[in-house]
């Protein structure tokens, strides 16, 4: 029976299929609201659907330079480990997995697909995606400092005086004392979060690892075909495993009884997340060069998540 | 049971690569103004492509001139299968003014069989999307008789 | 950090986007536009002009003779064209239009053709100018599409090469005195001239078929144009220089 249900939490809800088919249906609203603010049509919302079952049809294509292993496992370990971190994520009410060390299990898989792109891009032996990978890098270096400070604040905030990286201990903190969003002391938080969101998923204005016609696309140079899909799909995960993170840790506390109710408003949270700082900050800005990017996040956005931080650690 | 559906993706989701071979730019810039909010061209579900790994349907302007005709012949192997090549402006289809120069090596049918091609010196954007149009529906046949 | 096009992107995203429809809407706004040519084959008279301006030689010519004259199919490829409009402008009749039609997108060669076939009935005869009432005025010199005529006002020539004439006829509708027709070429045979012979009889004696037959006491001078060989024995013979070689005047 545990079995069964373990199962269905894994491959339906709100495992591989849920997430894959929302991840990709926020992909669309991103692109749709980008054009919209444009001033254009843009594509309609299933457009990443039919971009990911093209790509299956296509064929795939193995450079004569590349390691054959490392090239074609590398977007399967990305795929695996974002259907994993959406196990860890509650909706309000509902947990699939739950421990005590939920935050620091999250923060580890999630530089995973990160780390897939890197040795992925570094498996095609193109010079272009050597370039991407050093890039991805210095990315991933760039945002993962504010984002272990916005995680160690929610933490703290939870706890009292403890640090509670239990996402379930989060959750139900946040239904008593009202969501996290609403506490002052962690607003700075909260900007600093949206600021990494664009950054972990990799759209503009921080999209100088991948997806960019100076370097011919970077690390993804390479693929073609069902690799090249699931590089797409993990993208479109990502997006949903962010905004899902996001309106874990800042909305939490809203209960609205029904639990097909619940996962109502959290889709919709999430799609307004995803419209406000993924698609806005994608229409207004141009691309950042890497020294900018690195400086921005550990000046600025760390800045705001230290102060949040501080805040919280002097009990405020 | 995908396969229904990975073919009508076929044609609903093509990705340009642009080959400018020796090209004035008169056509490169009415192809890039049909992404433009007036044309649109990403409705249909049309983006540029950065590599032509991940390209379905290869635009070429510019009548072939010799030095731009080996990367060419290089740059069209690496796209993988189902492509489409479409010749956008009279140059690669003729040469153009240029026939016949001792460096253009025009048309372009000598190097790969061309599916549709774009008439005008430049063409309308208006015309380059319905070429892009058919062209994807060519790719959704091609699909198809490939796996049959 | 400056956002300046914050504002305006959240009021596009409420109101209607600036996209055209596809497929477009007709014939909007195009004016001149140098889109399909249109051929009018009934208008043509085989010129040669169009050919002569095209710089990427798009336009090719096949005759094929028939009965009567020449079918002539004139082809133009959209595919080298340029659309420069060039021989819409050079062309006299107004056969060439560019009309405003953009979608030329095709699949197969045979999609971006045009062409048309005109029936060109055969022309007898040369280029002749009656020179005494010519102005050589170089009009039909200037219009020529083929260079074949020339003329020069300060020593009243005006010459024709027939090598280079297809007999198109625009000269003769630019002529201002209309001195220009297309005539048969006449004969060719010796020519009597009657004022300055003395019947001396040499020509008969040196005419070796014997065609010419002159009586001294009659005065009257004959040639048998059959047997004449055209030698010009007897021109050459004549002392008063009463016989040439030219067209015969009937």
Known sequence: MIIIRSLFYILIFPGVLFTAAFGLFLAGVDRKVVARMQHRIGPPLRQPMYDFFKLLGKETIIPHAANKIAFLAAPVIGFVSLALIMLFIPIFNFTAFSGSADLIVILYLITIPGVALIVGGSSSGSPYAGIGISREMVTMMAYELPFVLILLAVARKAGGDTLAFSMETISKWQAANGSMIAQWSMIPAAIAMLLVIPAEVGTQPFDVAEAETEICEGPLIEYSGAPLGLFKLNTAMKMLVMSGLFTSLFFGGIRTGFYILDVIVFMLICVAVTIVCMSTIHAVTARLKIEHLFKFFWTFVSGLALVSLILVWCGL | ?148 | MMFPFLKTAIHNAFTKPSTEAFPCPEGEGLGHYRGRIFFNPESCVDCGMCIRVCSPAAITVEREEVEGGVNITRTFDLTSCTFCATCEDFCEEGSIKMTTDYHMVGTKHEDLIVSGTTFKKKVLGNLVCDQDNCIYCGLCARNCPQNAITVDRTTKTWTVDHEKCVKCGICIGKCPKKVLKFEEPKEEGVVFDAEKCVYCTLCAKKCPVGAIEVDRATKTWTINRENCIKCGACVKGCPKQALSMGPIED
Request: proline share 7%; charged share 20%; with cysteine.
């Open chain 2, 1 to 148: 049971m995908f396969n229904k559906l990975i073919n009508d993706s076929a044609a609903k989701s093509p990705w340009l690569y642009h080959i400018n071979s020796g090209s004035c730019n008169g056509c490169d810039i009415e192809l890039v103004a049909c992404l433009t909010p007036r044309y649109d061209a990403e409705r249909f579900g049309f983006k540029l492509a950065g590599t032509p790994r991940h390209a379905d349907i290869v635009v070429v302007s510019g009548p072939i001139t010799s030095q731009s005709r080996e990367r060419l012949i290089r740059t069209l192997a690496q796209v993988p299968e189902p492509k489409c090549v479409v010749s956008l402006g009279s140059c690669p289809k003729s040469g153009n003014v240029f026939k016949g120069s001792y460096s253009v090596e025009a048309p372009l049918d000598n190097y790969c069989h061309v599916d549709v091609s774009v008439a005008g010196c430049t063409p309308k954007p208006e015309a380059i999307m319905e070429g892009l149009y058919k062209a994807a529906l060519i790719l959704k046949e091609k699909r198809e008789a490939m796996h049959k």
